[in-house]
């Protein structure tokens, strides 16, 4: 079974502030797939990133960085001098090679960012 | 551009009646599915399908069903309608196992009263 834990609920900053949205995640198989998505007020889901099991290699595109640790299960994401736009609730998921292209969610995280 | 759609985006029913939701995507993904969204439950998958004639079953999927006769529509059925069936449903595709071309519906707003 596979299994996605986004331990913060909510967490609320002021922008120009860093903050670090966490994932904790379990599967069994060997070959998975890690995604981060975006849901804002609106509440379509945009996607952000997919990583998968064999590159554990930190990416940073502009002020979103996400870093992959195998050794502790995480793939934590982070936003670099917040806005006010990036208020929204995040979701952390995982597709294991044996789920096929099932998606298993975390909870979500509710990041409000103040002015 | 492909797309995938989902309809109607609000709906409100009573409880016990039968209510059908639909969604259609155009990018001629075999991989459907069916998720709902609930506070401090992330999105949970009901039902899914990998192509035309199957379907599976998701871990909530009870008093859920869906059909696949084409590739392009995977309509969600809620038998009889429950309070705890209140929910935002999404419907998604994708190209090929790994969540390669992963593509949402924009959502529909669910209410059993």
């Known amino acids: 079974a596979q299994k996605v834990t986004q331990a913060q609920t909510e967490i609320s900053v002021v922008e120009k502030e860093d903050v670090t949205l966490d994932c904790v995640y379990e599967t069994r198989d060997t070959t998975y797939y890690l995604f981060w998505y975006k849901q804002p007020p609106s509440g379509e889901l945009v996607f952000l990133i997919r990583?998968?099991?064999?590159?554990?290699q930190n990416e940073i595109s502009g002020r979103y960085s996400w870093n992959f640790q195998k050794s502790t299960s995480s793939f934590n994401f982070t936003i670099t001098a917040s806005q006010v736009v990036d208020s929204a609730v995040y979701f952390c998921?995982?597709?294991?090679?044996?789920?096929?292209?099932?998606?298993?969610f975390g909870e979500g995280t509710q990041l409000t960012v103040n002015p | 551009d492909a797309e995938i759609t989902q309809s109607p985006r609000h709906k409100i029913t009573e409880t016990g009646r039968q209510v059908t939701l639909a969604c259609h995507q155009t990018w001629n993904h075999n991989n459907m599915f069916w998720y709902r969204q609930d506070l401090g439950h992330g999105l949970r998958l009901i039902h899914y399908?990998?192509?035309?004639?199957?379907?599976n079953k998701g871990e909530v999927s009870d008093g859920y069903s869906v059909s696949r006769s084409n590739t392009e529509d995977l309509p969600l059925t809620l038998e009889s309608a429950a309070s705890s069936q209140t929910s935002v449903y999404f419907c998604a595709s994708s190209e090929r196992s790994g969540g390669y071309g992963y593509t949402f519906g924009s959502g529909t707003r669910l209410t059993v009263v």
């Open positions: 990583r998968n099991s064999f590159d554990e």
């Open positions: 399908s990998y192509g035309v004639h199957d379907t």
């Open positions: 998921a995982l597709s294991g090679v044996t789920s096929g292209s099932r998606l298993t």
